[in-house]
């Protein structure tokens, strides 16, 4: 069994997603649409260039999102995407490269669990934890 994240946005899932593709490597190996759905004669135009479904590849887990229509969406709260790496160089990069116009929670520093821990909300409204327990 696996266990991936599938994330809901505010109209703004394919810069998202985008920036998570920079952020913390993988690929998108799809992203659709609700105008290239064919259920689009059903959506308003407005939402047609708005993200039913992407995915995010990142190895051996990925990152599914869409966007959420404006009367279902609700702000993320009561979790965190954590992100468990090998190195705490590479740790601290992703950090740093998602905290951008985020709001760093706690800064990534040396933990008694780990060397390297922090969390924050990215600019996107996501929460994210990055942990690397020790280094190789």
Not at 42 to 67: E, F, T
Not at 96 to 107: D, R
Request: glycine share 8%; aromatic share 12%.
């Amino acid at each position: 069994m696996k266990i991936n994240p599938y994330l809901f946005f505010n109209g703004n899932c394919e810069a998202a997603f985008k920036f998570y593709e920079q952020c913390l490597g993988g690929k998108i190996v799809m992203m659709l649409t609700h105008g290239d759905a064919p259920t689009a004669e059903h959506v308003p135009a407005q939402w047609h260039d708005k993200i039913m479904h992407v995915c995010l590849d990142l190895g051996d887990r990925l990152l599914m999102g869409s966007d959420s229509p404006p009367e279902h969406f609700e702000t993320p709260q009561g979790f965190y995407v954590q992100i468990s790496v090998d190195e705490p160089a590479k740790a601290e990069r992703i950090f740093h490269a998602l905290a951008e116009n985020g709001k760093v929670k706690m800064p990534i520093s040396q933990t008694f669990w780990s060397v390297r821990f922090g969390m924050l909300v990215d600019q996107f409204g996501i929460p994210w934890m990055v942990n690397c327990e020790k280094a190789v």
